[in-house]
């Protein structure tokens, strides 16, 4: 369970050197640093094939042939994927899963940390695990898993094998989607981008019927509309459904089934539901090749001429802030105020609970820097996570290396 | 695939005519089957009134029927300048036809223009920088490529393909376990040689983003191999995405099923937002760099792809000029190049090839005609992917390819595009031209210095 | 008759004059137009350093890699198509009219070059017809209506050529040619002949895409 308010939000400066960790191990990947920025980890070469997770400086205690995908969790865990004798699962925080695989990817985590997934393969069977309980069904092959707040999870399935190049079985519609393992009755030529609503109980996602029709399911029913291709859809609450729909060249967007927003787009797509779900906001291009964001079908006054790739809502929904990048270099606009930084690298935004501090971290000539509301607050590391704002907005954490050394840094906006 | 029946080949290059013995294709005959004359009229008016505009009509009406397009076209060069395979005569045997009859044309001229999309042109633009108008006949034979995947008659290699890219966002039906363990293994043998070598998946703010086509992890896992030799030597700060949109190739794009493409384009791009890198640099392809740089993103309403995608060849020359990567000894065999039209006349990166080749090999001969000029390979445009059956077709259609490659005396062809490379591996065994075919980055592996970049030495 | 000849020496020339370029400009405007509705990011690859440059490369002879590789051709077309403008526009006979119409004038051509050019316009245009026949890639795309456009410009030179001889039945030549003049005049905008307005436009656009994205040649 993440708990930023249980977070050591007095001491200033917590350091962990990093630097003699390349003179203990062979070799050190790229680090990952804990949610509450206490601890600082990553995955370690000992010998020839034999990894390991360092963890301030402590590994962990079995060893393994190879290992991946080391991500935070929660407060301050850790899961990465691991391989002991060719076989594969999950270690959390030093703990192995029961289950083991041939192989094992496409790591889920909750928003909280309680649930923990992953797609896996045996014997050229696919699957899905939550929290070591893996799904009883299994399939040919599986994509796009997903995973819900609540450890519900689900993917597109293929429901039979197929002959190299059978253009006839796959014209028939061999895929599916499965929640929980369980694989729906409906077969589509393609399903993709599956959404639940927040209590997971509803599910959707864009499939392909036929070679040009394009439709969205939602949980058993086929929108009677058919559109030349359509995007990931999303639910405003348990009965209502919106997705960027194509008709005619232009993006539009769709309410069950039927128009929603008035207008039409050259590109419409990542939808963003306010937590409160009184605003949507989108990713869109109007005209052809300029960027910008609509906000319940109204575009912003600024666009861009080569991207907007994020979008991201302040928990009570009054800020959202843009990543986009214009004329070659990358930002960030907050509530339609474009920040101008012009910087090589923009990474994902952190915004208080009450959208009045916007914190990122952006890469400039090879350093980055904490940038707070627009003002450079820190800069000149070499490594920073993404900062995290306090739960009362008054404060920052830096999560940064320096010369070697892991800082942890509070600092007051 | 590359073994080729001797008496087969000896008496399609004394005869030349293949066109009596041509393949059928199951995919094809069974569309062909289900088709209607409404579905065939309504579909073809639907293409050429709803997705054409002003382009497309000033292009038909234009075309003054000069015939200075047929020098251009391999085909009409390889087949003795039969006017049935000049770029003008595909567009008479297509497009005008059906704008002629409104688009009520039978299951024979579909049968037809399938085969003239897709398999006697390889889209390569050619024929667009000799005529005196600019009239752009691979966009024409383009459409004729839509209606037929609207009509669902495109080959079936090619449509299995698109069938996969739809899928798995790859072309090859790789598995997204299947493509995380390729690279481990690339990573694990790769060690061998440096032994810190480390193939980053998934580092966010990397600065760059590699990216491969399908084949590689497939079939030849060595060039991923080798490409992470030249970035831990370069001491790049790289990466690679463990998730679909790690493939930049696009079949897609080349059968009309502009939904797919830009689906496909759109994962490759959010990719490399998702990993906030600076720049993609991508492998030696050069299809899969015409979807990214100049196709997959307009259907997105990118005017521009939103990242700089650096190609290979473009790549190896900033490597090489900013002594990142030092040849050891230079090669000594007498080469030649191939300027794929996908980065050529693509891209414009001929002059930065030769410069590549120059650094890394003594002794070089150009062929002629080259850069933007040259022949292409054959196999491009989506026609090697239309699969064995029509391999010997391709054969007899590229033969001025072999005549050109022949000329040049050269003992090794560099090839730096994959569909390039395999399209003229066929014609080198085919011809028994007794040339060794390689990518740059081979002999860019093969010469270079093993050590490992420090910045400021 | 006599109406008639007067309606064809006098409103018609005018009529098929505004035709002319009325009908070029309407087309230019309606494709522009339409470009704005159906294909707007054209506009976003066009520019005009590059529609230049590649007009530029094709307007020089045998620069362009193509017109190498047919230069009998080329030189034919490119002599046809400068002379096509140059010999009615500074003809005296046409100046001295259109100096009682608008009281403006320019230098003419000697009468004696202008019919030796007259003749030269004449032969390319049968040298383009012969073509039609001889070359098999030209025969294959070759219709009748190719031999019709090709005799729609004939007719004007060959009537204008006969009517300054006076060789026979002068008067009516001069009626031939100022019909067949007007004839031609409004076919432009309807046929294949408004290339002198499209082509333009196709080079412009694939001089942009090469020049501007490509960054390659198109010659």
């Given at each position: 369970m993440e708990e930023k308010t249980s977070w050591d939000w007095h001491t200033d400066l917590k350091e962990i050197p990093v630097k003699e960790w390349e003179n203990r191990f062979n070799w050190v990947q790229a680090p990952q640093v804990s949610k509450d920025g206490e601890r600082i980890a990553a995955i370690v070469n000992l010998d020839e094939m034999v990894f390991n997770v360092c963890v301030n400086g402590d590994v962990w205690d079995d060893k393994y042939e190879k290992a991946w995908c080391l991500a935070p969790f929660a407060d301050n865990g850790f899961a990465a994927f691991v391989a002991k004798d060719e076989e594969w699962t999950m270690n959390v925080n030093g703990v192995q899963w029961s289950n083991w695989f041939d192989f094992i990817w496409d790591m889920k985590i909750s928003p909280n940390g309680d649930f923990l997934g992953a797609a896996f393969q045996t014997d050229s069977e696919y699957g899905v695990i939550v929290n070591d309980v893996p799904w009883e069904d299994r399939y040919e092959n599986l994509t796009g898993a997903v995973m819900a707040p609540n450890g519900t999870s689900a993917a597109v399935v293929q429901m039979e094998s197929m002959a190299a190049a059978d253009v006839d079985a796959f014209k028939k519609g061999i895929f599916s989607v499965a929640r929980n393992g369980e694989a729906q009755a409906a077969r589509f030529l393609n399903a993709w981008n599956i959404s639940f609503d927040a209590g997971a109980q509803n599910i959707a996602c864009t499939v392909r019927l036929d070679r040009e029709a394009y439709s969205i399911v939602q949980n058993d029913t086929i929108w009677d509309n058919r559109f030349e291709s359509a995007w990931k859809p999303q639910f405003l609450d348990e009965k209502t459904l919106v997705a960027p729909v194509r008709i005619n060249g232009k993006w539009k967007l769709y309410k069950n089934n039927a128009p929603f927003w008035a207008n039409a787009y050259d590109q419409l797509w990542h939808l963003s539901v306010s937590p409160a779900g009184e605003d949507i906001a989108a990713i869109v291009s109007t005209p052809y090749g300029r960027w910008t964001v609509a906000v319940n079908d109204r575009v912003w006054q600024h666009s861009w001429d080569?991207?907007?790739?994020d979008i991201h809502f302040s928990q009570d929904g009054a800020c959202l802030a843009a990543v986009y990048k214009h004329k070659g270099a990358w930002d960030l606009a907050v509530n339609q105020t474009?920040?101008?930084?012009?910087?090589?690298k923009v990474f994902v935004p952190s915004i208080s609970p009450d959208g009045s501090v916007v914190a990122v971290v952006v890469e400039k000539n090879s350093t980055r820097q904490l940038v707070v509301n627009n003002r450079v607050m820190a800069s000149g590391f070499s490594f920073m996570a993404d900062p995290v704002i306090s739960p009362d907005g008054s404060q920052v954490m830096i999560k940064a290396i320096e010369n070697g050394v892991y800082k942890r840094q509070i600092i007051s906006v | 695939m590359q073994t080729q029946d001797n008496t087969m080949t000896e008496q399609s290059r004394e005869t030349n005519d293949m066109k009596s013995e041509k393949a059928t294709d199951p995919a094809i005959e069974s569309g062909l089957k289900r088709l209607t004359p409404e579905r065939i009229q309504k579909t073809i008016n639907q293409v050429l009134e709803k997705e054409t505009g002003p382009r497309f009509k000033a292009y038909v009406e234009t075309c003054m029927r000069c015939g200075m397009c047929a020098d251009a076209c391999s085909f009409f060069l390889s087949n003795?300048?039969?006017?049935?395979?000049m770029p003008a005569a595909k567009v008479k045997n297509t497009i005008w036809e059906m704008l002629a009859k409104k688009g009520n044309v039978s299951k024979d001229f579909l049968r037809q223009a399938v085969r003239i999309s897709h398999l006697e042109c390889n889209v390569c633009k050619r024929c667009a920088m000799y005529c005196p108008f600019g009239i752009d006949i691979a966009y024409m034979m383009l459409l004729v490529r839509r209606i037929c995947h609207k009509l669902e008659i495109t080959p079936q290699y090619i449509q299995d393909t698109v069938n996969s890219h739809s899928v798995t966002l790859n072309q090859m039906w790789v598995k997204d376990d299947e493509w995380i363990d390729t690279l481990q293994w690339q990573e694990e043998d790769a060690r061998d040689e440096f032994e810190n070598l480390e193939i980053p998946l998934?580092?966010?703010?990397?600065d760059i983003m590699y990216s491969v086509i399908a084949p590689e992890p497939k079939f030849q896992a060595g060039l991923i191999y080798q490409a992470a030799t030249m970035m831990h030597a370069a001491g790049i700060d790289w990466t690679m995405p463990s998730?679909?949109?790690?493939?930049?190739?696009?079949?897609a794009m080349y059968t009309g099923d502009n939904e797919i493409s830009g689906r496909i384009a759109r994962a490759f791009f959010e990719t490399a937002a998702k990993l906030r890198v600076k720049r993609i640099v991508m492998g030696e392809c050069g299809h899969a760099f015409r979807s990214v740089y100049d196709i997959g993103n307009r259907w997105n309403?990118?005017?521009?792809?939103p990242f700089e995608v650096v190609h290979a060849l473009a790549f190896y020359h900033e490597l090489l000029t900013e002594g990142r990567i030092t040849i050891k000894e230079k090669y000594k065999k007498k080469v030649t190049l191939h300027d794929p039209c996908n980065v050529s006349r693509g891209r414009g990166l001929h002059d930065k090839a030769r410069q590549v080749v120059n650094m890394v090999c003594e002794d070089f001969v150009d062929m002629v005609p080259n850069r933007e000029h040259n022949y292409c390979c054959g196999a491009g445009g989506g026609v090697i992917n239309c699969g064995p059956p029509y391999k010997n077709e391709r054969m007899v259609n590229n033969r001025n390819k072999a005549e050109q490659l022949a000329a040049t005396g050269a003992e090794v062809l560099i090839a730096p595009c994959h569909n390039c490379h395999s399209g003229l591996e066929d014609i080198i065994h085919h011809y028994d031209l007794k040339m060794e075919i390689k990518f740059l980055g081979d002999l860019i592996y093969e010469t270079m210095e093993k050590k490992i970049y420090t910045p400021g030495k | 008759m006599n109406s008639f000849i007067a309606f064809i020496m006098g409103p018609m020339v005018w009529i098929s004059a505004i035709i002319f370029v009325g009908g070029l400009l309407f087309k230019g405007i309606s494709i522009i137009q339409s470009v704005r509705q159906k294909e707007p990011y054209i506009f976003s690859y066009m520019t005009v350093k590059h529609s230049l440059r590649s007009m530029g490369a094709w307007l020089v002879p045998f620069f362009p890699k193509s017109t190498r590789l047919r230069p009998v051709y080329y030189a034919i077309s490119y002599l046809f198509h400068i002379l096509l403008f140059v010999v009615p526009l500074f003809l005296a006979s046409h100046i001295v009219l259109i100096n009682e119409a608008f009281q403006v004038s320019w230098p003419a051509l000697n009468d004696g070059l202008a019919d030796w050019l007259t003749l030269l316009v004449i032969a390319a245009l049968i040298f383009f017809a012969v073509r039609r026949q001889m070359v098999p890639e030209i025969t294959y795309l070759t219709s009748a209506i190719d031999y019709l456009l090709i005799l729609l410009v004939l007719l004007p030179f060959v009537t204008g050529f006969l009517a300054y001889h006076q060789w026979f039945a002068y008067r009516w030549m001069v009626v031939a040619h100022v019909l067949s003049g007007e004839l031609m005049l409004i076919i432009i905008p309807f046929s294949r002949f408004s290339h002198m307005l499209t082509a333009p436009l196709t080079r412009a656009y694939m001089g942009s895409e090469f020049g501007n994205v490509r960054h390659a040649r198109d010659w």
């Open positions: 080569t991207m907007v790739s474009p920040w101008q930084m012009r910087a090589d | 003795d300048r039969d006017p049935y395979f998934d580092k966010v703010g990397a998730t679909p949109g790690w493939d930049n190739s696009n079949m309403s990118w005017v521009m792809p | -």
